[in-house]
């Protein structure tokens, strides 16, 4: 489980957005700079690193792309919705699975990861 990103606290993109128009940057001018490189190459690090990637919704932008990334990796992903959504969509047929339930998903990703021939199974 990893949840050190939420350290930043929720306002981190619009504080940050906030100090680098106050330097004069433009948004692509700010995503080169050195708080945007650091910051997108630690949460990167951690996606490539994780077993399995859960999309929780309601999410932002950047949480579909993580999985949409991770899933493009071949890496194992699914969805947990927390209500069914307004305006249903096909494309969550790319992910492991869709969840209403957070118990359901749980024991999903038991059963992979107990399975002895699993890429999610850990050496201990």
Known sequence: MFDDWFS????????????????????????????AEHTFNYDLGHIRSADIGVLALPAGKSAHLELGYMLGRGQIGFVLFDKEPARW?????????????????????????????SPTRRSA
């Not at 930043?8 to 680098?20: C, I, K, M, N």
């Not at 969550?92 to 209403?100: D, I, N, P, S």
């Not at 998903?105 to 399975?115: A, D, N, V």
Request: net charge positive; glycine share 8%; hydrophobic share 35%.
């Open 89 to 117: 969509d096909f494309m969550y047929k790319l992910t492991h699975g869709v969840f209403f339930n957070l118990t359901e998903l749980l024991c999903e990703i038991q059963k992979l990861t107990m399975l002895p021939s």
């Open 8 to 35: 930043s606290g929720p306002q981190s993109d619009d504080r940050w957005r906030v100090y680098e128009k106050a330097r004069g940057r433009s948004y692509v001018e700010a995503l080169k700079g050195f708080s």
